[in-house]
């Protein structure tokens, strides 16, 4: 047993080192010059060095919508969803919370809470569109979800050149920065905010709880495991999938409000990050273990920041670091196939043995 533990373990990772070494090689650089630079630019080097705090913080807040999207997709992959319009449920809790930071005056305390719960509100009702577009129209997840990104990526874009648009610039950069008051408090010089990585803390070990000390939890297992045997059961499977895409999609919606009011500041086009997208991939890699969480969306968050650095310093395109989490992520779940299937082969071997 210790064996098949260090097997699944071992394997996986071996992959992704030699795989990450070899595609560096294969950019033209010495294979360990990139990730150097890489922790340098989101962590400073050496890591967490004295003068590196901005870099941390930028680091930070990208890890907590990371790690946000992450905890809610737990949630409706284990419903058997692939929720992939989590994309839109982040653009639209940043627009609700854009909203709120723009035409609210209040103290900053409710107006900081007001984004939140504007945000949250926001994701949710995109993502529970996405649930009834699912259970009542038929339509499948994936195709819905997609869909949805799309509509809420248009409506920024209008949003920015129309309503709120800045005065006198006829730009599509951005809304005007929104007042002080609504944004999240952050440590002096940073854009670290010990709000921000609480929430998605507490989101993590909310999600946690819920499938490993609650009826809901077990139940929700029970219908992404096998629908039809839970609807027989007496489980109103809609309902609890709906439930998913609400909880999920409140979380992505969080995470839309740490973009804007945490790190730019303001509705820009791109508000999502594509972090949607990425967590799909650190959950896969986390294998939908709540706490793995934590650590795999940080290291992608150090590759998102760093990355910029490999052109400034090496005439390497930036776009290599999302390149390196595409490989990473394949070698990962490549390694993690493979040793499962060796143990399988082990086991059945095992069983076949004479006595």
């Not at 259970?135 to 809420?152: K, M, P, R, Y």
């Not at 895409?245 to 730019?264: K, N, V």
Request: charged share 10%.
């Amino acid at each position: 047993m210790k064996s098949f533990r260090l097997e699944r373990v071992f394997l996986p990772t071996a992959v992704v080192v030699v795989s990450a070494v070899g595609l560096l090689l294969a950019a033209g650089t010495n294979g360990v010059e990139p990730l150097k630079l890489i922790v340098e630019g989101s962590i400073g080097w050496p890591p967490f060095e004295s003068g590196s705090s901005p870099k941390v913080g930028d680091t930070v807040m990208v890890w907590v919508p990371i790690a946000l999207a992450s905890a809610g997709l737990i949630v409706t992959f284990n419903a058997g969803m692939w929720n992939i319009g989590i994309e839109g449920q982040i653009i639209m809790g940043a627009i609700f919370a854009a909203f709120v930071a723009r035409e609210v005056s209040a103290s900053r305390p409710i107006l900081i809470l007001l984004t939140i719960v504007a945000g949250a509100v926001g994701g949710l009702l995109w993502g529970l569109l996405v649930g009834v577009l699912r259970t009542a129209g038929g339509v499948n997840e994936i195709f819905g979800g997609l869909g949805l990104d799309f509509v809420a990526a248009s409506i920024t874009t209008y949003l920015i050149i129309d309503p709120w648009r800045r005065a006198g610039v006829a730009s599509t950069s951005g809304t005007d920065p929104f007042p002080d008051a609504a944004l999240l408090p952050s440590l002096g010089g940073t854009r670290f905010s010990p709000l921000a990585v609480a929430i998605a803390l507490l989101a993590i070990v909310g999600v946690w709880v819920l499938f490993r000390g609650t009826l809901y939890g077990l139940k929700l297992k029970a219908v992404g495991r096998n629908r039809p045997s839970a609807f027989l059961m007496g489980i109103p499977t809609n309902r609890y999938l709906l439930g998913a895409f609400m909880i999920c999609g409140a979380l992505a919606g969080i995470a839309g409000t740490s973009q804007a009011t945490g790190f730019h500041y303001r509705l820009i086009p791109a508000i999502s990050g594509g972090y949607g997208f990425l967590a799909i991939l650190v959950v896969l890699l986390a294998r939908f273990r709540a706490f793995w969480v934590v650590p795999i969306s940080f290291f992608f968050a150090m590759i998102a920041v760093g990355s910029s650095q490999l052109q400034l310093r090496l005439d390497v395109n930036s776009a290599l670091g999302g390149v390196l989490q595409g490989v990473l992520v394949l070698a990962a779940m490549f390694g993690l196939g493979w040793s499962a299937y060796r143990i399988r082969q082990r086991i059945a071997a095992a069983g076949e043995e004479p006595g």
